[in-house]
């Protein structure tokens, strides 16, 4: 069709189109508001058959302002209305522009205003009030002049869509960010990009988001899809069956970039070479407005999936063990407090001798033993059992009952293992168990009596397990209670020493005392030693306190001088873990020069305990330290098992008589006492009768030859200023 410019158009019917037909989205809507029917006829005869941007015409009509109104305020997608000013009344015209723009709220529709006559122009401001793209009377309106005006309304039209469809896009991905930017799942993040990426494209269906999780080792898999492609969920890349979308994403994945020809595909760089990438199966060329939509998106997808790594590698951290790849202590925790095996038990195992494997070969090794341990336990327990590493060498079981038995820990370490190119390794592991039978306690405390468990278990039978009993619990914790006062104590130096004397039963001269270690607790209160050592010589304790031990009685030994005879002696307690330092003996010399004290001023006590583990040990420190004079002597003897291998082995010098077979009622007590006499006599050792507490005792032991005694019948243990005057006494009484 010509037009010819400044031809009057024609106002006449044409059928051809009208508003039956305006729904179509490939046309214009265009509105006619004209109380004369003429003009309605011209205005389509006139623009009949054109094309605007490639798209034709549909036209609506209406007659009055209030027709018009009623139809605009249906959902419409009108573009242009031309609207005559004089209709029912002189402005009905402008009240219906006011009317759209106000009470409607369209600020899109573009408005050429009509008037046949010219005095009823409306004032400009109302022109840029309304935003009225055009003002004309109908006798202006050639057939070109109509075409042009009408061109450049949907021209502008179309611009506020795309506008308004940005402005609404740019909002959609401030959406998407806001929940993408939730730490979720990958999945769920993954699910939420396809949601989104439809909606910002409007199509319904037929998305795709496919993860390369990470390029070098793994093949690329479809995280999620939407529509059609619902059903690929899970398959590897290579597995898709349209070639078309396989063929997209791959591209997309090896080149790093979009690719926006045939569909959308789409890539997001994550963290540490990780990345997405989605197709969306649009099936019409994007417009450049949804091109720049898609880069904002995409940019911002990226950095959300960014962060959701780093939180996905930091719950990683949170729940795993990256040494030996097991759940660690949280994921048991919350295993138990989630309950997942109701009648389940839980275990905890702690290997043998750990530290001197660490120790003795290097770290490497060490590693290498707990995977390889770590890996067992795994394979030996089905899946349902959880096996987690709570750190250095301990490990922690959960399952059901029949699993998590002492029987099933115990078969995991019956064969040796295989470390590396090494000798084959024989490991063993002591446990801790708890039954959540009728506990219902959280994780924490169900951890707390696994681990009350294995230490009663290691005190007593190494290398076994041990069901938790409900009073272990507070005993355990009464122990660790006392410890962190004891350490408070010993610190603040609020420890100090009795002495008891020991009397020559022969000649009543004092040869000697033992030093007895004291703590008052803040209470007041006396603790007795025989309560905390076994607990100080549990935590380490017992080093610091017993060199301040042995420190503090050869200086008190050497502030006697004078006061005392030459070879009297101070004797000092030392318990096994002292002796099981390395460095013992040579410290207790450095000490002994330090005070400046003679090795016969000074006797070590040792209890039976100490000579049952490593006898050859014992003997080297012992002999280093007798080479310096220093007596040796087995405190509290025929309570335990030393035989009498070991006690020559050993060379003593002294053995301490028990107080239970000297104070001790009974015959039969006493003949104990009278057979260790005989065979000290035999073995030419000195005896030294404790707990000597009457006269009769007294004579009774120095008839069977007993050469020495300690007890209350002579003194009990007594602090520094008491000792000197019990000393003065007695020199006095003589
Ligand atoms: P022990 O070495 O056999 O010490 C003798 C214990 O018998 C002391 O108890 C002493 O007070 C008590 N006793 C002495 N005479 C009599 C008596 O006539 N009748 C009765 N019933 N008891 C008497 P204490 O002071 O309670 O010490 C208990 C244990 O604690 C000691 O037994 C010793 O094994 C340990 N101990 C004390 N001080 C130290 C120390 O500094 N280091 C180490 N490693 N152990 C120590
Ligand atoms: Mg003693
Ligand atoms: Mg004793």
Redesign the pocket.
Known sequence: MTYTDDALIPFADDELADSGQASSAAVWQVLIVDDEPDVHAASKLALKGIQVEGRGIAFSHAHTAAQAMELLAQPNDFAVAFIDVVMESDDAGLQLVRQIRETLDNQALRIILRTGQPGYAPEIDTIRQYDINDYRTKSELTQVRLFTCLTMAVRSYAQIRQLEAGRRGLEQILAASAELGKPVGLKKFAAGVVTQLCALLNVEAQCLVCAAMNPADQTPYVLAAAGDYGAWIGLPLDEIPEPRVRHNLHQTLRERQHFLKDGASLYFQGYNEQALAAFVDVQRPLQALEKELLEVFCSNISVAFENLQLYLNINDLAYNDTLVHLPNRNALVEAIDARLAREGAVALLDLDSFADINSILDDSFGDAVLQSVAHKLRAAFPAETLVARLGSDLFGLYGPAQQVTPEKIAAVFDEPFAIDANEPLRLSATAGLVSLQSSMQTGLIVLKNASAALKEAKRFQRGKSLYFEANQADAARDRIRMLNRLRTSFSEERLFLHY?PFINLQDGRVVGA????RWKSTEGQFI???LF?PIAEQSGLMIPM?EW?ARTAMKWRAGLSGQVDEDFRVAI???RTQFAEPDFAQKFLDVLDEVGLQGSQVEI?L?ESVAIENLEDLAVKLAILRGRGIRVAM??FGTGYSSLSVIQRLQLDHLKID?SFV?GSGVESFEIARTIITMADHLAMTTIA????TQAQCDALLAAGCEQG???LFSR?MDEAQFLSWLQDRRNFR
């Open positions: 008891q033992e030093s007895l270690l007795s030693p025989e050592i017993g031990v307690n030392v318990s006590e209890t405190d509290d107080r104070s404790e707990g000597i507490e300690q007890g209350y243990p």
